[in-house]
T-cell receptor
């Protein structure tokens, strides 16, 4: 049973560019949440997707957007990259009725903005 | 004020020591409570859920005091393999996880 997978593993981008990160949830899971973890900090909630809709959103600007596909996989898009967007981006999946009780994290995508 | 606050680290302890981590949260509507472990440059992994009645898993004991909005984790007989960052986490309605900043533990021989 495959766990949560994310791609790419690492990414280097230049300020002002756009980036797309991808996440495949654990088999059977229908809900995907995205988190940003800056160095030395705990992860911060970006948003959550269920049934291809953004269900909840954290305190992130509109430059951060996402999408969920019919197969439950998800993308995180960040436009107009800033140096401060350099972080580990984590995806977590769950069943919608268990989302408050258990979420499984993928290995993350490490984004460096230069 | 941060929504979830943990003891600042790092904690440096010898093998076999007992170590306690403390955490407070500010949102009284918090629904579920967890301790996650994160190894260097890896994803967070669930260590244990925390219940008001307290719960134990081997060398690990977690406690929750809803009235004080306080969560704790006790690790007995520390092993070298316990070295990691420990994250205190609360879940709000709908599964939005709020993480503390983490407390680093280093267990030395």
């Amino acid at each position: 049973d495959a766990g949560v997978t994310q791609s790419p593993t690492h990414l280097i981008k230049t300020r002002g560019q756009q980036v797309t990160l991808r996440c495949s949830p654990k088999s059977g899971h229908d809900t995907v949440s995205w988190y940003q973890q800056a160095l030395g900090q705990g992860p911060q909630f970006i948003f959550q997707y269920y049934e291809e809709e953004e269900r909840q959103r954290g305190n992130f600007p509109d430059r951060f957007s996402g999408h969920q596909f019919p197969n439950y996989s998800s993308e995180l898009n960040v436009n107009a990259l800033l140096l401060g967007d350099s972080a580990l981006y984590l995806c977590a999946s769950s069943f919608v009725d268990r989302v408050a009780y258990e979420q499984y994290f993928g290995p993350g995508t490490r984004l460096t903005v230069t | 004020r941060k929504e979830v606050e943990q003891d600042p680290g790092p904690f440096n302890v010898p093998e076999g020591a007992t170590v306690a981590f403390n955490c407070t949260y500010s949102n009284s509507a918090s629904q579920s409570f967890f301790w996650y472990r994160q190894d260097c440059r890896k994803e967070p992994k669930l260590l244990m859920s925390v219940y008001s009645s307290g719960n134990e898993d081997g060398r690990f004991t977690a406690q929750l005091n809803r009235a004080s909005q306080y969560i704790s984790l006790l690790i007995r007989d520390s092993k070298l393999s316990d070295s990691a960052t420990y994250l205190c986490v609360v879940s709000l309605q709908g599964g939005k996880l709020i993480f503390g900043q983490g407390t680093e533990l280093s267990v030395k021989p």
